[in-house]
Every structure is written in structure tokens, then in C-alpha cells.
């Protein structure tokens, strides 16, 4: 089982910036997809961005021009650049691994890091 282990989370302001990371275990980084989901208090878990193996990415429109999803395949980790933050950013943001390997579907998630927007 792969491990995802996310950090970069904290407090900022509104119209602030931060940068979460997610280091995954293991040797299948490189062909999985990777993404960032975050669920808000009293709301389910939502999708917030995607990023290929082949490095194509995709964003919700809540977050599309504001955060940007990038990985490394030689440090094993994905990226989230998070700008321009807003109070409804707040939540706890989750990595995500999802790979099929020799007819295997793997779906790995983080424990979650919070992201707090307020002033």
C-alpha cells in the first residue's frame, strides 16, 4: 500500500498564499495520477485538481486560475500552489494516488492537512 504523507497546510490571511506537498512511499509515483480534494466542516469532500502521470492537469472552477497542481516524479511528490486564498478555501486538503498495476487498482489517501483562511 502506498503512503501519502501531506504538509504545507497552516493559517494565512485572505488574498494570501501557501504550498501543500505530498510525498508518496513506494515505486509507482511516476505512473499514477495524482489530485488534491478538501472537505470543509459540515460539507462532504470535494475534487480540487488532477494531475497526470503525462502531467495534464484539470481544476475545479472554484479554484481554476488561483491554484496550481504540479508534480516531481524524481522526489516522488505532488504540489498544490494555493494564491489568493479566500475564507471558503478553509478545509482540510487530502492527497490523492490512484494507479492500476498488473490489473491492480490503487487508491492511497493522506491523513489530511488544514488549511485555514482568516483574518
Known amino acids: 500500500q502506498v503512503q501519502l504523507v501531506e504538509s504545507g497546510g497552516g493559517l494565512v490571511q485572505p488574498g494570501g498564499s501557501l504550498r501543500l506537498s505530498c510525498a508518496a512511499s513506494?515505486?509507482?509515483?511516476?505512473?499514477?495520477?495524482m489530485g488534491w480534494y478538501r472537505q470543509a466542516p459540515g460539507k462532504q469532500r470535494e475534487w480540487v485538481a488532477t494531475?497526470?502521470?503525462?502531467?495534464?492537469?484539470n481544476y475545479a472552477d472554484s479554484v481554476k486560475c488561483r491554484f496550481t497542481i504540479s508534480r516531481d516524479n524524481a522526489k516522488n511528490t505532488v504540489y498544490l500552489q494555493m494564491n489568493s486564498l479566500k475564507p471558503e478555501d478553509t478545509a482540510v486538503y487530502y492527497c490523492?494516488?490512484?494507479?492500476?498495476?498488473?490489473?491492480?487498482?490503487?487508491?492511497?489517501w493522506g491523513q489530511g492537512t488544514q488549511v485555514t483562511v482568516s483574518s
Open positions: 490523492n494516488l490512484r494507479a492500476t498495476v498488473t490489473f491492480t487498482n490503487i487508491n492511497s
Open positions: 513506494g515505486s509507482i509515483f511516476s505512473i499514477a495520477a
Open positions: 494531475i497526470t502521470s503525462g502531467g495534464s492537469t
